[in-house]
């Protein structure tokens, strides 16, 4: 098996490497072996001076005596008399921390892609319950202008009736207009109340959908998105029930008109159930045109369901690339979380003897000239 590991002490870096290299040869072949590449030999090899060039403390080219480049005394600084330090390497990296690693970069890579997506459906259905309720408001606006027509209608008859006080016709139509006018009025009150459920709803949908886009971290989209996507089902729900009752009215509607058709026909002479079947008529005709003035608030709403459904998929599908993330973190963290490095050898070297030993064994400058000369064949090799 091949090592790369760093030694901080650069100074020392041939001698400890030669031997290393040569105590993990024929004599050491089962142990640790040690690659020797054109970089390595780069950084290893240093300029040997010639000893006659040498810097030589006291004196100056010509052998005579100067004084020494330390005019000051000596260093404050206490050097130790030997300098030890261990030859180590990552032992992460052998128990496949790499691997790990990328893995778990590709399951965060997963997990953003998954939560932008989820922000992007919850946009579109916190869209699509704007819609709804932009829909439900043109029919509470609808209502609002027939109670405003019905208010003037009953202003109208109560003016004409004070004008004439002993007219029965036009206090039948004081009567028949206020009837009118309270129907519009509750009519009115009902539908802006829808409308502005509807409102609150996409409201909340549309704020969450854009913290969704705006949340930097995948969980914090995946969690702001399925807001955005309950409110817009929410939106979507309420709108529909809208629609719902209406066409649930204008069927009884129809049904009670026909009952009363049926039941005037049998007594044709009967005034009182041909007035009845005459009331569920207009009753039953008024119903079905409120029924299919909802029905563009009908179409918004199923379209906002299925947004919203797409949404909350696409945040199911976000949410279980987050937890995939967090697994894959958690499991790259855990390798070789108590190890420390691993120790190939500890050199010492010794400051007044000049001698140098890796693991206890003496490093010699034949070591040293064996790995200048395997260098040397490597760059000659791969220049």
């Not at 052998?63 to 000051?72: E, N, T």
């Not at 019905?150 to 016709?169: M, R, V």
């Not at 039948?172 to 829808?194: G, H, L, M």
């Not at 937890?323 to 108590?338: C, F, L, R, V, W």
């Amino acid at each position: 098996m091949s090592w790369q590991f760093s030694v901080r002490a650069s100074t020392f870096l041939v001698p400890i490497l030669g031997a290393a290299c040569f105590m993990a040869g024929p004599g050491h072949a089962k142990g640790p072996q040690l690659t020797i590449g054109k970089k390595d030999c780069q950084r290893l090899i240093r300029h040997q001076a010639r000893a006659d060039v040498k810097y030589r403390p006291g004196v100056d080219v010509r052998g005579r005596k100067v004084a020494p480049a330390d005019l000051h005394g000596a260093s404050p600084i206490k050097i130790p008399s030997v300098i030890t330090f261990d030859v180590k390497f990552d032992i992460k990296n052998y128990l496949g921390k790499p691997e790990a690693d990328a893995k778990a970069a590709i399951a965060a890579s997963i997990a953003a892609d998954k939560a932008k997506s989820a922000a992007t459906s919850a946009s579109t259905a916190a869209t699509s319950a704007t819609n709804a309720s932009t829909a439900a408001q043109t029919l509470a606006d609808t209502a609002k202008t027939a109670k405003t027509t019905a208010d003037t209608a009953l202003t109208a008859a109560i003016a004409a009736s004070k004008a004439d006080p002993g007219s029965n016709a036009k206090d039948i139509a004081v009567d028949t207009a206020q009837t009118t006018a309270t129907a519009a009025a509750a009519e009115y009150s009902e539908a802006q109340a829808e409308a502005d459920a509807v409102a609150a709803l996409a409201a909340t949908a549309t704020t969450a959908a854009n913290s969704a886009s705006n949340a930097t971290s995948a969980a914090a989209k995946a969690s702001k998105a399925k807001t955005a996507a309950d409110a817009a089902k929410s939106a979507a729900d309420s709108a529909k029930a809208v629609s719902d009752t209406a066409t649930a009215a204008s069927t009884a509607a129809a049904a009670a008109s026909t009952a009363a058709a049926a039941k005037a026909a049998k007594h044709p002479t009967d005034p009182d159930l041909a007035a009845a079947a005459t009331a569920a008529a207009t009753a039953a005709t008024d119903a079905a045109t409120d029924a299919t003035s909802k029905s563009a608030l009908l179409a918004a709403a199923n379209t906002a369901s299925t947004d919203a459904t797409a949404a909350s998929a696409a945040v199911t599908v976000s949410e279980t690339a987050n937890t995939d993330n967090i697994s894959a973190h958690k499991a790259a963290a855990g390798i070789g979380e108590n190890l420390g490095d691993g120790v190939v050898g500890k050199v010492k070297y010794n400051l007044a003897s000049g001698r140098l030993t890796f693991n206890g064994q003496s490093l010699g400058g034949s070591d040293q000239k064996e790995l200048a000369r395997q260098c040397a064949s490597v760059l000659r090799r791969r220049n």
